[in-house]
């Protein structure tokens, strides 16, 4: 399986982006996606999942402002990006789970099996 993430940029506060994540292979509608996040000098964090089934994920700090989705037909995980803040600033990886529920470990980087390249997203104030 191969992701690849794009759609990052740079916004100011208050704007919003939409990342993609384009997965390769024909069983996409199985699989479990997330979104994670690295900020310069910080450890790679949980930002939201969403099953196979459409049950989403998310981490209380962007809880109203972000919106995880998937399109199957198109191989593809988006996730809406709202009131951005500057310290949404990072690099966002998405990652794919070949079991596509995930519990209550979705915020697990170890539950998933493939990670794509990273794109950047700058908040600037």
């Known amino acids: 399986v191969q992701l690849q993430a794009s759609g990052g940029g740079l916004v100011q506060a208050g704007g919003s982006l939409r990342l993609s994540c384009a997965a390769s292979?024909?069983?996409?509608?199985?699989?479990?996606m997330g979104w994670f996040r690295q900020a310069p000098g910080k450890e790679r964090e949980f930002v939201a999942a969403?099953?196979?089934?459409?049950?989403?994920y998310y981490t209380d700090s962007v809880k109203g402002r972000f919106t995880i989705s998937r399109d199957n037909a198109k191989n593809t995980v988006y996730l809406q990006m709202n009131s951005l803040k500057p310290e949404d600033t990072a690099v966002y990886y998405c990652?794919?789970?070949?079991?596509?529920?995930?519990?209550?470990?979705?915020?697990?980087?170890?539950?998933?099996?493939?990670w794509g390249q990273g794109t950047l997203v700058t908040v600037s104030s």
């Open positions: 990652a794919a789970r070949v079991a596509g529920a995930f519990g209550s470990r979705a915020f697990d980087s170890g539950q998933y099996n493939y």
């Open positions: 292979g024909r069983t996409f509608s199985r699989y479990g």
């Open positions: 969403i099953s196979w089934s459409g049950s989403t």
